[in-house]
């Protein structure tokens, strides 16, 4: 197991996935799949195995089996045998085990092995992520305390639109129409291990879509491309200029950790609660229905491939308000 495990994430999966996805593939076969499974030979691996090894991860402290206890400079945890029962949660093990398939999903398909016996073990249903989205009162405080925000357009158009994150860092100014009011959404920003800040293709063919602005945002992209211009003049030639809608103040790309660092600053200083910048996705999709937007305009908004996914956002956030 343990050489096919290594030869599948440079061989195979490298090809097949986003480099932040094969990345987390990568690490999730290092520290779980190859010590767990690594000895047992892959023609040998029974559904057993598979269930056995699981159970022991679920209920194994990862502070002894990572040797992070060891590994600080005052020991704690297992190594002074006081376990903190830092345990996977069910929705790693998912996690885990869907990586673990989607290995032996090739090697069945290269006829390594007869058929994969991962799909024969059951982990249970993880819990839902819970959703947070803003009520339409703290809306209401959220968008006042963007006013005056170098960003304010950023943070008024991701509650407006729902755009992701990477999706907004991505937009460049030929990607709108602010005559017409609309944004086509071709691309999003990512940082990977390899290439630093990237430009990549959208999450799936319906996330690339043409979508309305409203018109409260259109005038705050206005205000914005006229505020950008003005620092453009100040800066002169120092600063960059790449067609970004939503840059540094130097003119290079935002980082996405450094837009959720700004974020998070401005809902403490609103005095709102902490949520996710992807919370205010499904904010959107939970404040539109209230509104009277249909679930398949809020679709074609979202860029869900199926309204299935809209309709279950909405309802996830509906039982938990």
């Not at 599948?8 to 097949?16: C, F, G, I, L, M």
């Not at 994150?165 to 691309?187: P, S």
Request: glycine residues 6%; contains cysteine.
């Amino acid at each position: 197991m343990a050489a096919y495990l290594t030869y599948w994430p440079e061989n195979v999966a490298v090809h097949q996935l986003r480099e932040n996805t094969h990345t987390r593939y990568t690490t999730c076969v290092n520290r779980y799949l190859i010590p767990g499974l690594g000895k047992k030979k892959l023609t040998k691996l029974t559904a057993k195995d598979v269930r056995t090894w699981l159970n022991q991860l679920r209920t194994t402290c990862q502070c002894w089996v990572r040797g992070i206890d060891t590994a600080r400079d005052e020991p704690r945890c297992c190594a002074v045998g006081q376990c903190c029962h830092k345990l996977l949660s069910p929705l790693t093990l998912t996690y885990i085990q869907s990586v673990l398939k989607s290995a032996l999903e090739h090697a069945v398909r290269e006829e390594e092995i007869p058929r994969n016996v991962a799909r024969n073990v059951r982990t249970g249903t993880p819990r839902p992520r819970r959703f947070e989205p803003l009520t339409a009162d703290e809306a209401r405080q959220y968008l006042a305390a963007t006013r005056g925000h170098r960003l304010h357009a950023l943070f008024e158009l991701a509650l407006h639109t729902g755009l992701r994150k990477g999706e907004l860092l991505g937009l460049r100014w030929t990607d709108l129409d602010l005559d017409e009011g609309t944004a086509t959404i071709r691309r999003t920003l990512q940082r990977t291990s390899t290439g630093g800040l990237t430009t990549l293709p959208t999450k799936t063919r319906a996330s690339e879509r043409r979508i309305t602005l409203p018109t409260r945002c259109v005038h705050s992209l206005k205000h914005h491309h006229e505020q950008q211009q003005h620092e453009r003049e100040g800066a002169g030639a120092a600063r960059q200029q790449d067609g970004h809608v939503f840059t540094t103040a130097q003119g290079r790309p935002i980082d996405p950790t450094n837009l959720t660092r700004a974020f998070t600053t401005l809902l403490r200083r609103a005095g709102l609660r902490r949520i996710r910048f992807h919370d205010l996705r499904h904010s959107t999709a939970t404040l539109l229905p209230e509104q009277g937007v249909e679930l398949v305009v809020i679709k074609e908004l979202l860029g869900h491939a199926h309204i299935g996914v809209t309709a279950t956002v909405y309802a996830h956030v509906r039982l938990r308000l």
